[in-house]
Nanobody, 135 residues
Framework: QVQLVESGGGLVQAGGSLRLSCAASGHTSGRTFSRYCMGWFRQAPGKEREFVAAISWGGGITYYADYADSVKGRFTISRDNAKNTAALQMNSLKPEDTANYYC?????????????????????WGQGTQVTVSS
């Protein structure tokens, strides 16, 4: 079992920044955090959960990241395998970024450069952290 805890959400004015963190604990059989792909999703009130950003496990050498078009150039995903954490740096925030943000892990991906973007590819999810951007 893998447990994920998000933090860093809050209230910010439009144009501001927030940094979300995701701390992972536990492990699946045969794999540890360095072998997990990490992703961030968000869900706004009345809307379906949507992909935000993800990063490959990278083989410990080169990491690949992908982003939703709506956040490209503003958000940056990163990971620290030594600390079993992932982060989402969010800059130039807009009111439409308001949502509950979820961290997720894909523990079964074997391709080091693959970046999963679909919800079904993720095995474990955090409880979410609320981000509210005021206009």
């Amino acid at each position: 079992q893998v447990q994920l805890v998000e933090s860093g959400g809050g209230l910010v004015q439009a144009g501001g920044s927030l940094r979300l963190s995701c701390a992972a604990s536990g492990h699946t059989s045969g794999r540890t955090f360095s072998r997990y792909c990490m992703g961030w999703f968000r869900q706004a009130p009345g809307k379906e959960r949507e992909f935000v950003a993800a990063i490959s496990w990278g083989g410990g050498i080169t990491y690949y990241a992908d982003y939703a078009d709506s956040v490209k150039g503003r958000f940056t995903i990163s990971r620290d395998n030594a600390k079993n954490t992932a982060a989402l740096q969010m800059n130039s925030l807009k009111p439409e970024d308001t949502a509950n943000y979820y961290c997720a892990v894909d523990t079964s991906n074997s391709a080091s450069s693959y970046v999963p973007k679909a919800e079904y590819e993720y095995d474990y999810w955090g409880q979410g952290t609320q981000v509210t951007v005021s206009s």
